[in-house]
């Protein structure tokens, strides 16, 4: 079993909704504490990065980038825990916040990894650039940041250089690509699992392919989880829902999959927002999903 070190990363500016910030929070009141006992889990909670989440926000007026420094300076911070915790000999088990924190998580796992690989479970691709986003908000920009493209205060957290090559980066779930988005992918030349293809192929075949082809790349593989790759009907609890999702049954097969491959070396959980949340079910099924990532069974 592994050994879990806990970080909350509170931020909220990376996105429009109130709110998300207490996600890291809920996700520990919805038993995070008790999943990780009935595994026999080793764990520590690092709590949370401190973030200063300012009510007014700031455009920068050359590209448009909302609340650009805070957000640098955030994911700064949040790059520094997640090394430190993987220092520690631990699991970075990485709790959200809006999407914009994997800029800093994907800086700090890669730290430790000369070719790291990443899964990303999303309803979007967030592979905007500051001339290609509609909405300015930089949480739809992260992955697109992780490979080396966007505004150098955010390419250039821990080290200035792309984080992860466009190879070694697969999404899934995807079924709301902006126009701009689509056209960057396309050039990239990144792998997409889109929605359709998750229900035409079927889950299983696409995480094993999905394994098989970073594995033979990578020496580790993150996964960034947005709860937005679900359907809505189980997660009303996130800012930007997108209707047709991936249903919690397939979800939890791909994370058992994952579990059993042993590949994933650090796993977040993103955009997790109680106050648009009914009765905390969105926080309670992020808490099952890790259960099902970290080896919990059926049976
Ligand atoms: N991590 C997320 N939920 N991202 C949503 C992004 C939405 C939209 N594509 C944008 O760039 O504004
Ligand atoms: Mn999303
Ligand atoms: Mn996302």
Request: proline letters at 4%; aromatic letters at 4%; glycine letters at 10%.
């Amino acid at each position: 079993m592994k050994n879990v070190g806990i970080l909350g990363v509170p931020i909220t500016i990376g996105q429009p909704n109130k709110g998300v910030d207490l996600g890291p929070d809920a996700i520990r009141h919805a038993g995070l504490y008790t999943v990780l006992q009935n595994l026999k889990a080793v764990y520590q909670d690092y709590g949370n990065v401190q973030i200063e989440n300012k009510e007014s926000q700031t455009t920068d007026h050359v590209s448009n980038l909302k609340n650009l420094d805070e957000i640098a300076s955030a994911n700064e911070l949040a790059a520094n825990k997640v090394s430190e915790i993987i220092e520690d000999g631990q699991f970075p088990l990485i709790l959200g916040g809006d999407h914009s924190m994997a800029i800093g998580t994907i800086a700090g796992v890669q730290k430790h990894y000369n070719n790291l690989g990443v899964i990303w479970y999303d309803a979007h691709a967030d592979f905007n650039t500051e001339e290609t986003s509609p909405s300015g908000n930089i949480h739809g920009m992260s992955l697109a940041v992780n490979l080396g493209m966007g505004h150098e205060k955010l390419t250039s957290i821990l080290q200035n250089n792309p984080k992860i090559k466009p190879e070694n980066v697969i999404i899934i779930g995807a079924r709301s690509i902006d126009s701009g988005e689509r056209e960057l992918i396309k050039e990239k030349g990144i792998k997409v699992y889109t929605a359709h293809e998750v229900e035409q192929q079927g889950i299983e075949s696409i995480i094993k392919e999905t394994l098989n082809d970073l594995s033979t790349r990578t020496d580790g593989i993150h996964l960034s989880f947005d709860v937005d790759s679900l359907d809505p009907i189980y997660v009303p609890g996130t800012g930007t829902p997108v209707e047709g999702g991936l249903s919690i049954r397939e979800s939890h097969y791909a994370l058992r999959l994952l579990n059993e491959s042993e590949k994933i070396v650090s796993a977040e959980f993103v955009e997790v927002n109680p106050l648009l949340d009914v009765k905390n079910q969105t926080a309670e099924r992020t808490v099952e999903l890790i259960g099902s990532l970290l080896g919990e069974r059926y049976i």
